[in-house]
């Protein structure tokens, strides 16, 4: 129909450009002016039909002022759409029609592959769509040599998040590097060569599952076993419908799974209704699988899919190479018993020296202090550190006093080891304390966030006490950034302090802690301080106070260039002050 279409439509316009052409030079020679594959009978092929359109149309669509072929007038663009549409699955064919003209060009550019080559699909019609382009044989080349993601949200109404391997061909599966599955529902009984199909994924090393559904932990075990070259999975809000049938491999064996390419496990839960996600039956089977792939170096647990502490070291212990360990949140009492982790295991072997592998990175990630001062009790006996270690905490309440003194504690135990720390405390605490790096010489990057009252006073110690606890040379990068808030949680009275160094709150002496030999030596913006004063906007004078006496104390190393100082007061971009102002 297209082509008679396309026959139709232009042979008219065709003899009338050729009478005025013949008229104006005398002429007679319509029928050279006309297309010969324009006929009723061409034999010939619809992207060389197409060929010629593209030079008609550009003789038509020229005008007498030189202008491009911006948009042919002699044809509608609803049929230029109904044209396209009649070769979206002909990608060479809708090549050509680009070339026609820029009105074309613009309809066909939808129907090409992403430059990114991610692909994204919601809905069964848009993946049966796709599956049909890259079947066929010519489509191909323009796919390119490799398809970086393909992530598929499972429609509940009509579902095909379990047979998508099935309607693409092998060639597209072995150019999978990313695949993520969302809502996807694993309990049909025909799996099977769902199952065979994923093992032509050769090159994926990167899957996600998200809020999807098994029968029981061996159907997830055999996805995660098919994909050979798989490096990293998350499962975020995974749910099953049988408990786990066996206890864990003890810990005196190897692990029962050989992946000899798997390094990275992340277990997370996105929602905040935890009684139907993180639950026993869920939670076993998730931490029953886990320590049956005994190449594990990365973890990243979400901490309310144990029931406590010891639950969450017996769990750690089964993993020998790991080295990098990301915790959040909280525990959840009702994950199940703790003796799952705990059935035939001799005593020897929960030695942590001949069990675990130092660890580099601890990160504590949102977690209430009480939970983080667990977690930091571990080092030493359950995690050991490298001598290069890195350190995160991000709390979400207000540590207490003895929690504060126990992370003082802790970090004076990291020693020289620790090389990188970063502190988050958003939420303030009872004593406006800041952590004590003195210890840690061997500390080359510095972080931290607090919380404090709108007082310069408040203000000014604190920096102090972050600035005067740096007593190594090694330091090369510091970043402080501190949130002016309303606090309303009452203080303790309590006389503990995470600093050693007396508080000294005059200019002079802050002037003579940034002036010490430790920050001799930096150069460029080694410093950035960041203060937020969003919920003082409203006190015109204090905002101004509090930035002049920032100016102020900071003088030195806005002399040397060294300091990149910001202000966020309101909505829009922060104020930068980079050296000292002129007036």
């Known amino acids: 129909m297209a082509r008679e279409m396309l026959i139709r439509l232009f042979p008219g316009t065709a003899r009338r450009r ?40 550009c003789k038509l669509t020229r005008h007498r002022d030189d202008q491009s072929d911006t948009y042919c007038p002699h044809l509608p663009f609803d049929l230029v759409e109904l ?13 050509t029609c680009s070339l026609v003209c820029r009105a074309w060009y613009g309809a066909t550019l939808r129907h090409f592959p992403h430059r990114d080559r991610t692909y994204k699909f919601h809905q069964k019609s848009a993946f049966n769509t796709f599956a049909r382009l890259v079947t066929s044989q ?9 398809f970086h993601a393909l992530i598929i949200v499972d429609d509940p ?15 597209f599966l072995a150019k999978l590097l990313y695949l993520e599955l969302e809502a996807v529902d694993w309990r049909s009984t025909r799996l099977q060569p769902c199952f065979q199909r994923l093992s032509y994924c050769t090159n994926v090393e990167r899957l996600g599952l998200t809020d999807c559904r098994f029968r029981n932990v061996s159907l997830l075990r055999t996805i995660i076993n098919s994909l050979r070259g798989l490096k990293r999975i998350s499962l975020r809000n995974i749910t099953f419908d049988t408990p786990p049938t066996s206890s864990p491999p003890s810990l005196s064996t190897s692990s029962t799974i050989t992946h000899g390419r798997l390094q990275e496990i992340r277990l997370r839960s996105t929602v905040d209704g935890l009684t139907d996600i993180v639950g026993p039956v869920h939670s076993q089977n998730l931490l029953n699988l886990c320590p049956r792939y005994s190449t594990i170096t990365s973890l990243e647990l979400d901490l309310r899919y144990f029931s406590s502490i010891l639950h969450l070291e017996h769990f750690i212990l089964y993993f020998h190479q790991l080295s990098v360990l990301n915790l959040g949140y909280m525990f959840n009492s009702d994950s199940g018993p703790e003796r799952e982790f705990d059935t035939g295991t001799p005593p020897a072997y929960l030695h942590p020296r001949r069990h675990s592998k130092s660890v580099s990175h601890l990160v504590l990630d949102y977690m209430p202090a009480g939970c983080a001062t667990q977690v930091l009790q571990l080092v030493g006996r359950s995690i050991l550190m490298t001598t290069d270690a890195w350190l995160s905490i991000s709390l979400a309440d207000r540590p207490s006093a003895d929690e504060l003194r126990i992370f003082a504690c802790s970090l004076q135990q990291f020693n020289t ?46 920096l102090l006490h972050v600035l005067s606890n740096i007593t190594n040379e090694h330091l090369r990068r510091i970043a402080i950034g501190v949130k002016l808030s309303h606090l309303t949680a009452p203080r303790s009275r309590s006389g503990c302090s995470l600093t050693t160094v007396d508080t000294r709150v005059s200019t002079s002496a802050f002037h003579d802690v940034l002036s010490r030999s430790v920050f001799k030596s930096w150069q460029g913006f080694s410093a950035l301080i960041v203060i937020n004063m969003k919920e003082l906007r409203d006190n015109d004078a204090q905002v101004s106070a509090i930035k002049l006496h920032m100016v102020d104390l900071f003088r030195p190393w806005l002399d040397r260039d060294i300091l990149d100082l910001e202000f966020y007061i309101g909505p829009d971009a922060p104020e930068i002050i980079t050296h000292t102002p002129t007036s």
């Open 83 to 95: 044209v396209i549409e009649f070769f979206r699955f002909d990608l060479p064919a809708l090549a």
């Open 417 to 462: 080891h620790l090389k990188y720390l970063d502190w988050k405390n958003l939420q303030g605490n009872d004593l406006d304390a800041v952590p004590c790096t003195a210890h840690n010489t061997s500390l080359t990057w510095l972080e931290v966030s607090l919380c404090l009252a709108p007082s310069r006073y408040i203000l000014h110690r604190s």
């Open 18 to 57: 050729a009478r005025d052409k013949t008229r104006r030079s005398g002429r007679k020679n319509e029928a050279q002016e006309l297309p010969p594959t324009m006929t009723a009978h061409s034999p010939t092929s619809i992207p060389s039909m197409l060929k010629t359109v593209q030079g008609w149309v």
């Open 138 to 146: 010519k489509n191909r080349p323009y796919f390119g040599s490799a």
């Open 157 to 171: 109404m009509d579902r095909f998040g379990h047979v998508w391997t099935l309607r693409l061909p092998e060639s």
